[in-house]
């Protein structure tokens, strides 16, 4: 048994009704030259060649007796491949509209905890003979970066797929964790189950719950006294921190405007998709200054500009963004779960002049991080062991129930999150990828949620909404191109070469 710790089992005692804590992607592949073409059976049989390369794949959860822990993962000995991958297909013409209405409703039905967090659509019917695969799995495995890890198990650098090792280290495991080994390899090939050699055992009893679970108490408790001793040294570091700057300090939560997208969710989403150009961003960049993450929030900041003047809505206040950071090492790189922290910026989107904003924008991410450093990295993770899975579920439930965030202010506006890419083509049995779009879950009282992805010359949003809070999401994904057009052309226009009758005359 291996008990999910720290944020990963927050994201699975976090869920609602309303909130379902999965991400997915919509990727999008050109199968055009490949010998015999690509279709659902062949992605099929690669997924089933692959899957043991990611432990989680083939694990379940198992609860602790009164939701005392977090749930664990065992392996699964009613794994079923063909109920995790699904085989869909888009109605005429088969365009990025189209793709994201099925991704929207795949979006809206959680994970059943029962089986392993993850499913495949395969996707035909696309425009010009592509197709897609919408992978979706849930938080409680993954976070953004992890996510790029796990699907890389199933990509290959050129169209001839790459054979995979199936001894020793793997890629895409849990950090401690192990590729199958011993009776646990596969040297024959997988059944579509998951593999010839793979033989789980039995799902834990009871008994041995309860043996694992008390077995684990001097731990749990220990960990609980070093996360009050770390959060009151945070606590003081940060305090010590704000007190020396004389700048603006970085919103707290709850200080958000209310708007209309900051209320009591549905179980429901829409999606939208954009596409925003690397090269364009690198421009700004080198004439406005700023990180391509700086970039990004200027470009979200413009977009919701343009959504709330569209709604004839105004706020008091900037926007508050929440903005998911990796503080994942390099030794955890291929390690699976949950390595984030979360920075809250404001988005200046009381400025018009775009260069403008983005200078408040860089200045108030320079602001978030410098205080970042004070606060302990494993903190949040080390709150979420210690809270008692079954005191932060009635919490979530209450919450929803109660519809409380349609009477108070909302910890944050929006969610963005920009996840680097590879910059070079990846292959899926065989078909070149051209387009990834991501999508990040929403949560109580916050009803979009924007994420970026990068893969080769682009980046690729997805934004995920409440059907009921942002029924005209598309707004969002066209003002995202929007706002990105105008940075590029205040960008061009500062960058213009001066002529020479405007140029001064030497002294």
Same mark, same amino acid.
């Given at each position: ?18 909130? *379902? ?15 015999? @073409? ?44 063909? /109920? *995790? ?43 010009? @003979? ?16 992890? !996510? ?10 050129? =169209? ?29 090939? =997988? ?28 731990? *749990? ?7 009050? @001793? ?37 179980? *429901? ?11 364009? %961003? ?67 989107? !009381? ?75 990846? /292959? ?26 990068? /893969? ?41 070469? %001066? ?9």
């Amino acid at each position: 048994m291996e008990r999910l710790a720290g944020l990963d089992g927050a994201f699975l005692s976090l869920e609602s009704p309303t909130t *379902h804590l999965h991400i997915l992607g919509a990727l999008v592949f050109d199968p055009t030259g490949v010998p015999g @073409g690509v279709d659902f059976h062949r992605i099929r049989s690669l997924v089933a060649e692959r899957v043991h390369l990611v432990p989680p794949f083939r694990q379940r959860l198992v609860d602790v007796p009164f939701g005392l822990q977090h749930p664990a993962l065992v392996d699964d000995p009613g794994f079923d491949l063909d /109920y *995790h991958v699904r085989r869909a297909g888009l109605p005429a013409p088969g365009g990025r509209a189209e793709l994201s209405t099925l991704v929207a409703d795949l979006a809206s039905r959680p994970l059943d905890r029962h089986r392993p967090l993850w499913e495949f659509h395969v996707v035909e019917g696309l425009a010009g @003979g592509r197709i897609a695969l919408v992978p979706k799995v849930h938080h409680a495995i993954i976070d953004g970066v992890a !996510g790029a890890e796990v699907m890389a198990a199933f990509f290959d650098l050129s =169209p001839d797929p790459t054979p995979r090792p199936l001894f020793g280290p793997q890629p895409g495991t849990r950090s401690g964790s192990g590729a199958p080994a011993g009776d646990d390899a596969d040297p024959a090939g =997988p059944t579509p189950t998951g593999g010839t050699g793979w033989s789980p055992d039995p799902l834990p009893g009871e008994v041995e719950q309860w043996r694992h679970l008390l077995g684990s108490v001097p731990g *749990h408790a220990e960990a609980v006294v070093r996360t009050l @001793g770390r959060t009151v040294r945070t606590v003081r570091e940060v305090s010590s921190r704000n007190r020396e700057v004389h700048g603006a300090l970085p919103p707290a939560p709850f200080e958000a405007p209310r708007t209309s997208i900051n209320r009591a969710i549905s179980p *429901h989403r829409r999606v939208a998709f954009a596409e925003l150009p690397l090269g364009e %961003v690198a421009r700004i960049r080198q004439v406005l200054g700023g990180t391509a993450n700086d970039v990004v929030l200027t470009v979200t900041s413009g977009a919701m500009r343009r959504f709330f003047a569209g709604r004839g809505e105004e706020h008091e206040g900037s926007l508050v963004a929440m903005v998911p950071v990796s503080v994942r090492g390099a030794g955890e790189r291929d390690a699976l779960g949950n390595r984030i922290t979360a920075l809250l910026v404001s988005l200046a989107d !009381g400025v018009g002049e775009p260069a403008t904003r983005l200078g408040y924008i860089r200045e108030g991410m320079a602001s978030a991080k410098a205080q970042n450093r004070s606060v302990d990295a494993d903190l949040f993770a080390g709150w979420a062991q210690a809270t008692c899975p079954v005191v932060a579920t009635r919490v979530s439930r209450l919450v929803t129930n109660l519809r409380l965030f349609d009477r108070v202010a909302p910890m944050f506006n929006l969610i963005v999150s920009n996840v680097p890419g590879p910059d070079i083509p990846l /292959y899926l049995a065989g078909a070149r990828m051209e387009a990834m779009y991501p999508v990040g879950p929403i949560i109580e009282g916050v009803g979009v949620n924007v994420t970026i992805f990068s /893969y080769r010359d682009s980046m690729f949003v997805g934004v995920q909404g409440c059907w009921d809070l942002v029924p005209d999401v598309e707004v969002i994904g066209r003002a995202m191109e929007e706002s990105l057009a105008e940075l590029v052309a205040e960008a061009n226009r500062r960058d213009r070469p %001066v002529p020479w009758w405007h140029a001064e005359l030497p002294a």
